[in-house]
């Protein structure tokens, strides 16, 4: 379950832009729970289109999804400043003109662009195999009020980077 939910939350971040051609980049953990916290109501809109087919009518995507992401969005503007440094530091801080071009997008234009990145991405990348997996722990997770989830996605991706359990030459939390 640890497994599923640390490739759950690296979908999640690997849709940031220009993650392919970046290096590894230290985030701190408030840039890692903000960039969670912003992209959480895509990614779970996207893992709700991805799974729904596969799962029963009384999974909790199905049922409740649409809800957990609307509740989750309603802090993205809290989150979206520490979310912007985050993606740009995982794009890796390019000088090329994409590059360039995304960092003089205003705000509205790249977090539009940026949400449906991360939910088109985060579709296409989950095994529809592992639905039922991450149905349940969406489900578990779901009380927890929407910056709660982004900590322990950080604390999470952190833990498993060090045991080796989630992999990623993209980022790394850095050591508080």
Known sequence: MMRTFATLCL???????????????????REASS?????????????????????GA??????????????YA??????????????FKIGGGAKD????LLKSLPDPSLQQMLDAIIEGMVAQQIP?????EIDRVVGLLAPLPAQNTAELIAVVLGLAGKSGQAKTDKFSICRS
């Open 11 to 29: 979908a999640l971040i690997a849709a940031a832009p220009g993650v392919a051609q970046a290096q590894q980049q230290c985030l701190t953990p």
């Open 35 to 55: 960039l969670a916290a912003y992209a959480l109501p895509a990614a779970i809109s996207g893992t709700s289109k991805r799974c729904a087919p596969a799962l």
């Open 58 to 71: 009384g999974a909790f995507l199905p049922r409740g999804g649409a809800e957990l992401a609307s509740r």
């Open 74 to 87: 309603a802090r993205k503007a809290q989150n979206w400043p520490g979310a912007k440094t985050a993606f």
């Open 97 to 100: 003109q994409s590059s360039e």
């Open 128 to 132: 529809v195999a592992k639905c039922g």
